[in-house]
């Protein structure tokens, strides 16, 4: 049976159940941050040309100086990691995959979809998510030796210093990198594998031409060329994360994990919380699989006192 895939955001059947409109709501379901990459000037051709290979170049460049990616690893951009998730189990012939959870639902649903079984021990290929989503778990080198080894890093750009894209160097071993979440553009779909040469050439084939569109070269290139930007992002989402869970642990509730994007915390009845919460309009997460977990993002800095009233 293919885990069910529940995710944060669906503000649409909260705003149906609640009442109000997009506007009024401040959407905390999901990790992504809340003060996004400015817009840069497009030129007229990403809009109206087909991407050419200079465009891709230029963003590929740009992420492997970015993420310091070893010089014996490829890279391929794609439309964001959820795309890259579906085709890579189908890189290997099916066998036993090792997901440790509770963690991102995709990668256990897509391994499934493409014939593998699931198994907590040792196996044929494991996937990592560092940090973890929910609880931001760091995993560790020695903990990564399967022959075909995936790290989802798509929450890795707020601490970089706990990246192991050196580790894309090695034989059988994808990097995965989201540009929606730390840059704040979710709705631009840009994702990166980094790794085996020969997997991403697998990748590459599946994929197919033109598979991002002008729009997201542009800006990702731009974006990963800016770390005078990112280096103030961070500091700022310290001082947030900061300030969130000083209100959430007023009120009762108990640090259980997360990263600089969001916060994972122990409360009584979650499913209650998230139910006072949407009463003054913000949204959150909860697990099916926990209900005493609540997951918040960051809230926008023009929108704490929302947040403060919900509470």
């Not at 149906?16 to 840069?40: E, K």
Request: hydrophobic residues 45%.
């Amino acid at each position: 049976m293919i885990p069910a895939r529940d995710h944060g955001g669906g503000l649409d059947a909260a705003i149906a159940r609640y009442g109000g409109s997009r506007p009024d709501w401040l959407d905390l379901s999901t990790g992504i941050n809340p003060v996004p990459y400015p817009m840069p000037t497009l030129p007229a051709d990403a809009w109206t040309a087909l991407p050419d290979k200079n465009a891709f170049d230029r963003l590929l460049s740009r992420a492997r100086n970015f993420w310091n990616v070893p010089d014996e690893a490829q890279i391929i951009a794609a439309t964001g990691a959820s795309a890259l998730i579906a085709a890579l189990p189908r890189v290997r012939a099916t066998g036993q995959v090792c997901i440790p959870g509770p963690t991102y639902n995709e990668h256990g649903a897509a391994f499934q979809a493409a014939g593998w079984t699931m198994t907590d021990k040792p196996a044929d290929a494991i996937v990592a998510v560092h940090p973890n989503n929910p609880d931001g778990l760091i995993w560790t080198e020695d903990q990564l030796t399967a022959p075909l080894t995936i790290i989802d890093e798509s929450f890795c750009d707020v601490a970089p210093e706990i990246s192991l894209v050196h580790l894309a160097s090695r034989p059988g071993t994808i990097i995965l990198k989201s540009f929606g979440k730390f840059w704040g553009l979710a709705g631009l779909r840009l994702g990166f594998a980094i790794g085996d040469p020969a997997i991403i050439a697998q990748l590459t084939d599946m994929v197919g031409p033109w598979q991002v569109s002008g729009p997201a070269l542009s800006i990702g290139a731009e974006a990963l060329a800016d770390p005078h930007w990112a280096d103030e992002t961070r500091a700022r989402l310290q001082d947030d994360t900061k300030q969130l869970d000083q209100l959430m642990t007023d009120k009762g509730a108990e640090v259980v994990g997360g990263t600089i994007l969001f916060r994972l915390y122990e409360v009584r009845h979650a499913k209650d919380v998230q139910h006072q919460l949407a009463q003054g309009h913000v949204w959150s997460r909860v697990f099916p699989y926990a209900p005493d977990w609540l997951r918040l993002g960051l809230p926008h800095p023009d929108r704490w006192d929302q947040l403060k009233a919900a509470l």
